[in-house]
Structures are given as structure tokens and as C-alpha cells.
Nanobody, 116 residues
Framework: QVQLVESGGGLVQAGGSLRLSCAAS????????MGWYRQAPGKQRELVAT???????IYLDSVKGRFTISRDNAKNTVYLQMNSLKPEDTAVYYC??????????WGQGTQVTVSS
């Protein structure tokens, strides 16, 4: 089994920054993608950013240039640095791990609230 534990959410003013962390534990195959999704009230969950084990990353268009995803493979940890936060970034952020040979896993979610 794989467990994902998130940290780093909170309340911040517009224009501020937050850094999310997600540590994976358990039997993890090295070839995997880790990422962040978010879900705002009344909206569908959407992909924010994902990064492959080799380091290639993709981003939601609305966060490009503001958010940066990174990972530490030795620690099985993924980070999301969020700068220039906007009220529309307010959501529950979920960590995700996908490995073709293992399946998909989710964290419990962490609330990010950006006040105007």
C-alpha cells in the first residue's frame, strides 16, 4: 500500500505564497508521476501540475509562471511552490501518485484559501 501525506496549506492574502509538500510512503515503484489536483466548491477536480520521476512537468494554463512543481525522489516527496496566489486558487489541493504497474493513490487533501 502507498500512503500520501500532505502539508503546507493555509490562509494567505492575494499575492502571497504557499508551499505544499506531499510525502509518499510504502512500496513505491521508481517510475511514477506525482502531482497536485485541486477542487473548489461546486467544481470538478482539476489537474494543477504533475511531474514525472525523470523531472518533466506539465501545468494547468492558469498557474503557469506562478506555480512550480518539484520532487525529491530520494524522499519520495513532491512539492508545489505557489506564488502570486489569487482568490480563484482557493480550493482543496490533493496530492496524487500514479504508477502504471501499481495504480493511483490520493492524499487526504489540504485546504488553500486565498483572501482578496
Amino acid at each position: 500500500q502507498v500512503q500520501l501525506v500532505e502539508s503546507g496549506g493555509g490562509l494567505v492574502q492575494a499575492g502571497g505564497s504557499l508551499r505544499l509538500s506531499c510525502a509518499a510512503s510504502g512500496s513505491i515503484f521508481s517510475a511514477n508521476a506525482m502531482g497536485w489536483y485541486r477542487q473548489a466548491p461546486g467544481k470538478q477536480r482539476e489537474l494543477v501540475a504533475t511531474i514525472a520521476s525523470a523531472g518533466s512537468a506539465i501545468y494547468l494554463d492558469s498557474v503557469k509562471g506562478r506555480f512550480t512543481i518539484s520532487r525529491d525522489n530520494a524522499k519520495n516527496t513532491v512539492y508545489l511552490q505557489m506564488n502570486s496566489l489569487k482568490p480563484e486558487d482557493t480550493a482543496v489541493y490533493y496530492c496524487n501518485l500514479y504508477a502504471a504497474t501499481q495504480g493511483e493513490y490520493w492524499g487526504q487533501g489540504t485546504q488553500v484559501t486565498v483572501s482578496s
